[in-house]
């Protein structure tokens, strides 16, 4: 039976020859995610299992990195919940602040995710690990607790959406900008539990990091995942961090679709999603006259180093617009480092930005940026709901790190080609 990327994963790891789509299946998980937020509901409901250990101390991973370094008390206690948890199941891949970054980001900066893997975290955008060719998705609390007994994971088998890509990214157009093309073309609910699988001679043109945006916004368009074919980009990128075998899954020819879309990359213009859904997008010269009060450069879409090189090559020498505030959140310690010995932060604190400790922070409305009334904030984050950033009546435009350097000089959503 001729299957997709996904399900051919799907399918090894249950065990059998074949799945279809809407088949009810039991999988072996390679690794159970958890953060500070959704990792103490999922230790409650797995302390009522009682079960002697989890099923794997390598296999189980928990990041503090919402609301740390904790904002309150509230934060605090979730986090010393999960330390004193992951203390007596000998949890070794645990990362507290000064080890932690934004878990989406640092999982794959630690090889902890390989090829061909299947991986439940009881965050959304679990999915970001498509991009380096495995299952990955996100789960409830609940089914966190399950993963972490058993090491097994319950799951519909999702149809997909193909999208082959072509061509190259011009200058100053990223990753970011093609996940809020996509969107912005099929919507919010355009690919609702399928799975979006990249192919095409596009892929090879696309940096690691650009792929991991990709997928990590696969849940904006209510995809169950998002998944990049593998090429020796993937394989670099993945050698380089572990060791663990590399298994390739590669859809069949044959492999049925629901929907086919074909990409001009060199096409693609920088691009940026309105209040208050991600699927409200609008190319850079139709934005018209918008006056921001904050910009937020960062997150486990657009924190990486090669994000924060484009910002500081926009803002060197310059002057953040007066009356902006700008936040810049390096998504790991490694890439805050990085960033230190490369020069960065120094342009950065030039321009007028402030440099936190890796952290989701403001992309959630945790703490590091929260909006007040009727303000206005172009952010690289990945959501931009109602309330999202702060007060119900503040607006997010959701960007690239191109966009949001260049809007930060100029005080309005601006286009990066302009400050050249």
């Known amino acids: 039976m001729a299957m997709t990327m996904t399900q051919k994963i799907l399918a090894a790891h249950a065990g059998v020859d074949s799945v279809r789509k809407g088949d009810l299946i039991l999988v072996d998980i390679d690794r159970v995610l958890g953060n500070d937020i959704t990792s103490p509901v999922a230790i409650a409901e797995y302390s009522k299992l009682g079960v002697d250990?989890?099923?794997?101390?390598?296999?189980?991973?928990?990041?503090?990195?919402?609301f740390a370094p904790n904002k309150d008390i509230k934060a605090a206690t979730q986090c010393k919940m999960c330390r004193e948890f992951c203390q007596k199941e000998e949890i070794v891949n645990f990362f507290d602040v000064g080890r932690m970054g934004i878990e989406h980001a640092l999982l794959p900066e630690k090889g902890?995710?390989?090829s061909g893997d299947v991986v439940i975290g009881a965050d959304s955008h679990t999915c970001t690990y498509g991009a380096l060719g495995a299952f990955s998705t996100g789960v409830g609390s609940t089914d966190m607790a399950c993963g972490m007994a058993t090491g097994k994971a319950w799951f519909k088998v999702p149809s997909a959406i193909k999208f082959v890509l072509k061509g190259k990214l011009q200058k100053y157009v990223s990753g970011k900008d093609v996940i809020l093309h996509i969107i912005g073309m099929i919507g919010v609910s355009g690919a609702l539990y399928k799975s979006m699988e990249f192919v095409g001679e596009g892929v090879s043109s696309l940096t690691v990091f650009d792929r991991l945006t990709i997928s990590n916004m696969a849940i904006e368009a209510g995809a169950k995942n998002g998944i990049f074919e593998v090429d020796e980009r993937t394989i670099e990128y993945i050698k380089e961090r572990s060791d663990r075998e590399i298994k390739i899954y590669k859809a069949d020819e044959d492999a049925e679709y629901d929907e086919v879309y074909?990409?001009?990359?060199?096409?693609?213009?920088?691009?940026?999603?309105?209040?208050?859904?991600p699927e409200n997008t609008r190319t850079i010269d139709n934005v018209g006259d918008v006056k921001i009060d904050q910009v937020?450069?960062?997150?486990?879409?657009?924190?990486?180093?090669?994000?924060?090189?484009?910002?500081?090559?926009?803002?060197?020498?310059?002057?953040?617009?007066?009356?902006?505030?700008?936040?810049?959140?390096?998504?790991?310690?490694?890439i805050y480092l990085r960033a230190i010995e490369a020069g960065l932060v120094k342009i950065f604190i030039e321009a007028g930005c402030v440099v936190s400790t890796p952290t989701c922070g403001p992309c959630l409305g945790g703490h590091m940026g929260i909006l007040a009334k009727g303000e206005r904030a172009v952010a690289t984050t990945n959501r931009n709901f109602v309330g999202r950033m702060g007060d119900v009546t503040s607006?997010?435009?959701l960007a690239s790190p191109a966009v949001a350097a260049a809007s930060a000089l100029s005080g309005k959503i601006s286009d990066p080609r302009a400050c050249e």
Do not use: W
């Open 53 to 66: 250990g989890v099923f794997d101390k390598e296999k189980v991973t928990m990041v503090m990195d919402h």
């Open 296 to 334: 937020v450069i960062g997150s486990c879409t657009n924190g990486y180093f090669c994000d924060l090189e484009v910002a500081a090559q926009i803002l060197k020498g310059k002057k953040i617009k007066d009356g902006v505030r700008a936040i810049i959140i390096p998504a790991t310690q490694d």
């Open 112 to 114: 902890l995710v390989v």
């Open 395 to 397: 607006e997010v435009y």
């Open 262 to 277: 074909e990409i001009d990359l060199s096409e693609i213009k920088p691009t940026v999603a309105f209040p208050h859904l």
